[in-house]
């Protein structure tokens, strides 16, 4: 009897063993119908930005493999390569399989749009977790969806472009009744991603789902990371939160240098900038930029009210053509150094994603405040340069 269970007991030791072997890859079959034969199909990993794909197969016969390992459990983005549409579900050591069907419109630019439909995944527990905590999106989004269907002649109005229209039919009690349902939806998104993000606070699912539940974070989202535990902060999605959210870090960290030609085609150097003021807006735009032109009438006057005292401003232009850079700020009159920056080496030294991007720093060269616009950097300018 002893011998039996000795055997039993080694058997489960070296089944147990084997699994673990298994598991330290995975392999993902895919029996999708509705993809073209030859047509490739590609693995992505979820992110707020472009992304290259982290595994590529063939389409034979509407299957498809993946294989491979991932050091943890990510959420992955399965498309059709070179066109539109996905789904998503999470990517683990482990024999996961994919069924479902897709449907394809053509797109204006000749690509495909493919939905994806029927999708379910077997052998991943993770993507069970993971689909349980999107659900209550996806049903506000299927609600969304109605809701504009049943709207739709409005909606065909708001986007044709007909001012007259647009204003004769935000006048009517109908338009107010789809604004009221519009803003009831925004709420109960915005309750709903509290909620679960909040309910996972100490665990890696409370960043992974601040990143899967919306396209992009803003400061905002600061008070929320910032009640993470240390072990949800260290998760992939919480180093990749924080980047997103602190892209230059916190107040107090410093940013970094850089030198530059100016439009005069001298050099300038932040650093050396900075040490000669008290505090520096550095100020990412370009001249194509419309909300980047609008906010300078703004700049100009926190300039000319602080510049005196030790406020100087620097104007980096992300624009890929010298003329209409050249042109944009003699007509807006930017007095102060301005760099054109040609390879986008120094806003990605910034991680900057979009412009307008301000960030204020001291003479240290440290950061003191970012994103902040309008009536906000003007008060701000007033706080710092008031000390």
């Keep these: 009897m002893k011998k039996i269970v000795a055997l039993s007991l080694a058997a489960l030791i070296m089944a147990g063993c084997a699994n673990k072997k298994e598991n330290d890859s995975y392999l993902v079959s895919g029996e999708i119908q509705g993809i073209p034969d030859s047509t490739m199909v590609a693995l992505y990993p979820m992110s707020h930005s472009q992304t290259d794909p982290i595994a590529e197969a063939m389409v034979i016969g509407g299957k498809f493999e993946f294989s491979g390992k991932t050091e943890e459990p990510i959420v992955v983005i399965l498309s059709v390569k070179d066109h539109y549409g996905s789904t998503r579900f999470m990517l683990e050591n482990a024999e996961i399989h994919l069924k479902g069907s897709v449907s394809a419109e053509d797109a204006s630019d000749g690509k495909k749009l493919y939905s994806f439909n029927d999708f379910s995944v077997e052998g991943s527990p993770m993507s069970d977790k993971f689909f349980e905590l999107m659900s209550g999106r996806d049903e506000l989004d299927r609600k969304f969806t109605a809701m504009r269907e049943n709207y739709s002649d409005i909606m065909e109005i708001i986007t044709g472009g007909d001012r007259d229209r647009i204003d004769s039919v935000r006048a009517t009690d109908r338009y107010k009744a789809m604004s009221d349902e519009e803003n009831r939806f925004f709420a109960a998104l915005d309750s709903n991603y509290n909620a679960v993000v909040s ?3 100490d665990n890696s699912w ?14 905002q989202n600061r008070e929320l990371y910032e009640n993470f535990s240390d072990s949800a ?13 602190y892209p230059l870090g916190r107040p107090g960290d410093q940013v970094p240098d850089f030198t530059a030609t100016d439009i005069k085609g001298g050099k300038i150097s932040l650093s050396e ?43 980096v232009s992300i624009d890929e053509e ?25 806003a990605g030294k910034y991680n900057v994603t979009s412009v307008p991007t301000m960030v204020v720093i001291d003479s240290e060269g440290k950061l003191v405040a970012e994103n902040l616009r309008g009536e906000e950097l003007a008060a701000k300018i007033d706080e710092l340069m008031s000390k």
């Design 199 to 201: 309910a996972n606070s």
């Design 206 to 219: 409370g960043p992974l789902m601040m990143m899967a539940l919306v396209t992009y974070l803003s400061p």
């Design 233 to 245: 902060k260290n998760s992939y999605y919480g180093k990749m939160a924080y980047k997103e959210l």
């Design 273 to 315: 900038i900075a040490k000669a003021n008290k505090y520096v807006l550095v100020d990412f735009w370009a001249s194509w930029c419309r909300p980047c032109r609008a906010e300078i009438p703004n700049v100009k006057a926190i300039y000319d009210k602080h510049h005196a005292d030790g406020f100087e401003i620097v104007s």
């Design 322 to 346: 010298e003329n209409p850079w050249i042109k944009a700020v003699e007509k807006e009159g930017l007095v102060w150094p301005n760099a054109r920056d040609t390879d986008k080496s120094i």
